[in-house]
Structures are given as C-alpha cells and as structure tokens.
C-alpha cells in the first residue's frame, strides 16, 4: 500500500465552464454546500483555442461565492497577468508552467497575496524536470485532458503520470496538494483517487446532470471508497 498519510483530504472542485453564465451566482450556490472549491477557467484564446471569463467576472464571483475560488488560469503570459486573479480575492491560482516565464517568482507573488499557488501541467508535460519547484507551490494540476474545452474524454494515458507524481510528494514529505482536471466523473474518480489525486475538477459531470449537487456527493464517495482512509477532514 502506498503511504497516504500526507493526503489531507479528497477535495472536490466544480467547474463552472459548464454552468449557465448567465446565472453564474445560482450555479455557485447550488454546490456551495457539498463542494470544497469552484473551479474557474480563465481561457484567453492564445494559450488555448478557447476564450471564456476573466478578471471582472472573478471579481463579482468572488463577493458572492460562499467557497473560495479555484481559479485556473490557461493564458499566456501568467508571469503578469495571474497576480490580479488573487488581488481580486481568488485563494487558489494555478497557472500553466507551459506558459510562464519564470515560475518561481510568479509562485512567490501569489503567495504574499496570501494566494494558494498552483502549478498546471498539460497531460503531455512530464513532472520531472518541475520537482524542484515543488516547495514553491500548495497544489499540482495534472489535466487529464488537453485544456480548452469542457466535456472532453478522460486521458487514462496520464495515471501513471498522477502515479509517479503521488509518489514524488510522499518521498519528499510534501504537503503539496494533486488536482486532476478533465473528463472527471462517476466513471473515472475512482482510478484517479487511486492513482494520488485528492483534489477533483469537475465541470459537465456536475453542472450537466440534473442535480448538481447530489453530484458531488457522489463523486466524493466514489473517491472517497477508492482510498479509504485517506480522507480526515470530512
Ligand atoms: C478544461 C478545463 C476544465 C473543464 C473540465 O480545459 O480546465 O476545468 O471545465 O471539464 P470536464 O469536467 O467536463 O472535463
Ligand atoms: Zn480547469
């Protein structure tokens, strides 16, 4: 059995890329009682071939959102536009190591605006060469599908990726959290769970089913049953 004792918790984060815009403050809510996070796509049509929300949006979300947002940032450029996502109130901002020029500094910014840093990696990225940012950063982003688009197959091609990841943060005692990101569902939590993931974006499988809600209770038990003991804070 692989250690898990550094594993906080299983942490479940809608993303509202697949909510109805035009209520964005309802869609928020309606998981507000059962999710840990929201998840929110910043897509800037450059770094991805796909444009959705930024920064006033976020700003408004965040007056009226009763859990922290979990902003995912999927521009170019981060080094300089990232830190205005936690000056507008996101506690956690991750952006793209593909896209940023110097990460560590951009780490450190997000930081002292009392931000969670996260670092994101598409599933073709290997982690290796980015280990020794690890002490920089409180989350790493795994996608488990090219960004850009919700909706999209999971990439069974990346567990090993999550695996070896798992296995990188438990070696070095880290506290660091692993978020996966894309084609997350009742059909594929499990084996992510399983692989190292504790912390789970989810946009169609919640905001296209019928009850949002109920379906993060249920993407939170199927993770949950997938590393039992694992969870300590719920
Ligand atoms: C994709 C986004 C995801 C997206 C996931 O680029 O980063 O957060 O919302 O959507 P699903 O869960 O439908 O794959
Ligand atoms: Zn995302």
Request: hydrophobic share 50%; aromatic share 6%.
């Amino acid at each position: 059995m692989r250690p898990t004792l550094r594993r906080v918790g299983i942490q479940i984060s809608p993303s509202i890329l697949s909510a109805d815009f035009s209520r964005l403050g309802d869609e928020v809510a309606a998981v507000s009682a059962v999710a840990d996070w929201v998840h929110v796509d910043v897509m800037d049509n450059h770094f991805v071939p796909n444009l959705t929300l930024g920064l006033p949006i976020v700003e408004s979300l965040a007056r009226v959102s009763a859990l922290p947002l979990d902003c995912h940032l999927m521009i170019d450029d981060p080094d300089r536009w990232a830190p205005p996502y936690a000056e507008a109130g996101a506690q956690s901002v991750t952006f793209h190591v593909e896209a940023a020029a110097d990460p560590v500094r951009l780490a450190r910014a997000l930081r002292s605006l009392s931000a969670r840093a996260g670092m994101a990696l598409k599933p073709a990225t290997p982690v290796e060469p980015y280990v020794g940012l690890l002490p920089e950063v409180d989350m790493l982003l795994l996608m488990t599908v090219e960004p850009g688009f919700g909706g999209q197959p999971f990439l069974d091609v990346v567990l090993p990726k999550i695996r070896a990841a798992r296995q990188l943060l438990v070696d070095a005692d880290s506290q660091v959290w692993l978020q996966v990101d894309g084609g997350i569902g009742p059909e594929t939590i499990e084996r992510a769970a399983e692989a190292g993931a504790d912390v789970f974006v989810a946009g169609s499988a919640v905001y296209r089913s019928d009850d949002p809600a109920a379906m993060v209770e249920l993407l939170r038990a199927k993770a949950r049953s997938a590393v039992p003991g694992v969870d300590v804070r719920h």
